[in-house]
């Protein structure tokens, strides 16, 4: 498993190192050791699956504190461009971002740390879309941001006719109207 880093020092890339044999292939798709050693230690309580089609983009989204969430996302079937924006207060990247390719090709694993809104556009025909999150789900602390906000600049690498949005998501703030995250733990 090798680590790559991103332009926020805390986003992190996990490329796993995947053995191919007749049979088709394998790799670990997650080591405690390993990713405690660049991203410290977090304790995982829930896993999530999403499947979407193609132009559904889901974000951006984050829990408020006390229920700030880190997440170690995967795709296990298609191709995303994922991206996650800091928001975190006083953060020397408030308000940047990272976005990258996560695909059943490069079997990619990015680390989203708390403190992060988080989003992800499909660019297959499907994807199945898989991740483990360090706090459980309060919609009660549910919050995010608009996708397409000016201020943040995401090239989505869709064509804007193409995105799909849920409704929550239609009508989520601006960057500049949301309270940065203030972390607890
Ligand atoms: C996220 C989540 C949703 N749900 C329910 C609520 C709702 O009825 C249905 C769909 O919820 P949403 O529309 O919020 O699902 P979705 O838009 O896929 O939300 C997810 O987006 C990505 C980008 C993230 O980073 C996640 O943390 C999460 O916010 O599933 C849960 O029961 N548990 C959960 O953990």
């Not at 997440?71 to 296990?76: E, F, H, T, Y």
């Not at 809104?117 to 360090?134: M, N, Q, W």
Request: glycine residues 8%; charged residues 20%.
């Amino acid at each position: 498993m090798q680590m790559i880093q991103t332009s926020i020092p805390d986003v992190l890339l996990f490329e796993p190192k995947v053995f191919g044999d007749e049979r088709g292939w394998f790799f670990e798709s997650f080591r405690q050791d390993i990713f405690e050693q660049y991203a410290g230690c977090h304790r995982f309580v829930q896993d999530n699956e999403a499947f979407s089609r193609y132009g559904v983009l889901r974000g951006l989204h984050y829990q408020k504190p006390p229920y700030t969430q880190g997440k170690l996302v995967r795709v296990i079937q298609g191709s995303v461009l994922d991206v996650a924006v800091d928001v975190r207060k006083g953060s020397p990247t408030f308000g940047q971002y990272t976005a990258q390719l996560l695909s059943d090709q490069n079997h990619r694993i990015m680390w989203v740390p708390r403190g992060f809104a988080h989003g992800y556009a499909v660019l297959s025909e499907t994807a199945i879309f898989s991740y483990k999150c360090d706090n459980y789900y309060a919609p009660s602390h549910d919050a995010g941001i608009r996708w397409n906000d000016p201020a943040l600049g995401i090239d989505w690498r869709l064509p804007e006719s193409d995105v799909s949005l849920s409704d929550k998501d239609q009508r989520q703030p601006m960057f500049h109207e949301i309270d940065p995250v203030v972390l607890t733990s």
